[in-house]
């Protein structure tokens, strides 16, 4: 595939939002009724309607770009397939399960634009929140406040444009703020953080769910999110692009620290740093 230009850039953005406003919509439906129905995946992690839907809808959605899809529910492709792709779409239909459960808000749709290994363009959707954030370049990274989730979604990219807020967004604060995940943990991001107080003085943890974290550091909320456990390629692409897109860098953790990598043989990310200041 060569290389798509600024309009048709453009155009694949919207494709985007639409689709994740979509799948918001769905899941909103799940989220609020009186039965969520959850069941256990093969790897006892939790699996809910809204997974599906918001999968089936999203792979809709993006079918009419003719672009590959890899997708949490989709894993399963194999290596020597996608590994001639130039530019795929990278999916996670419902991202941060267990808060959808415990009926938190702090859940989000996400969707990236993968170009020879690195996003390059993303959307995050946390439905529950009403709140949108995405990348695309060379405009840089923004949010969109109280944008309901819609089953017909379809707007257009000058409807966008008036709600845009750039971010980061200005936020006054002494101590150094470490976004954590509110569901998962380690014992050796306890020690990183210890070292952080050794280091730089007093730390104020922020737990938050999903890809959230990732905006949190996007936003100016936050100066550093170390993920020193298990994650995978859907849960970082479209944050990833958006902490990007905020000036800020996704790097590997350790001496070499190179830049978070996508459509690796094992789908598995390493341990990666993210800091802003």
Not at 83 to 111: A, C, M, Q
Request: with cysteine; glycine share 8%; net charge negative.
């Amino acid at each position: 595939m060569s290389e798509i230009v600024q309009d048709e850039l453009q155009r694949l953005l919207m494709v985007a939002v639409n689709a994740v406003l979509r799948a918001g919509g769905l899941i909103m439906e799940v989220y609020t009724a009186s039965d969520m129905q959850v069941h256990l995946k093969s790897d006892s992690t939790p699996l809910t309607a809204a997974d599906r839907l918001a999968h089936d809808s999203i792979k809709a959605s993006l079918a009419k770009t003719f672009i590959p899809v890899l997708s949490e529910e989709g894993r399963n492709i194999h290596y020597d397939e996608r590994r001639s792709w130039e530019y795929f779409w990278i999916v996670d239909p419902l991202d941060g399960t267990k808060e959808f459960i415990k009926r938190n808000g702090e859940f989000t749709v996400n969707i990236a634009l993968i170009h020879e290994g690195f996003p390059v363009m993303g959307v995050i959707y946390a439905p529950a929140l009403q709140t949108l954030y995405l990348s695309m370049p060379p405009h840089g990274a923004h949010r969109v406040l109280e944008l309901a989730p819609d089953k017909g979604a379809n707007y257009g990219f000058d409807d966008i444009v008036p709600r845009l807020q750039q971010l980061p967004q200005p936020h006054g604060r002494g101590s150094l703020v470490v976004v954590l995940s509110r569901s998962h943990t380690s014992s050796e991001t306890t020690a990183y953080i210890e070292l952080l107080r050794q280091q730089r003085g007093p730390v104020e943890l922020l737990p938050v769910g999903s890809s959230l974290k990732m905006c949190m550091l996007a936003e100016g909320r936050a100066d550093i999110y170390p993920r020193l456990s298990p994650s995978f390629e859907w849960d970082t692409a479209a944050g990833q692009a958006i902490v990007e897109g905020a000036g800020f860098r996704v790097l590997e953790y350790g001496p070499a620290g190179g830049r978070l990598r996508y459509n690796k043989e094992s789908l598995q990310n390493p341990w990666f740093v993210i800091s802003t200041r």
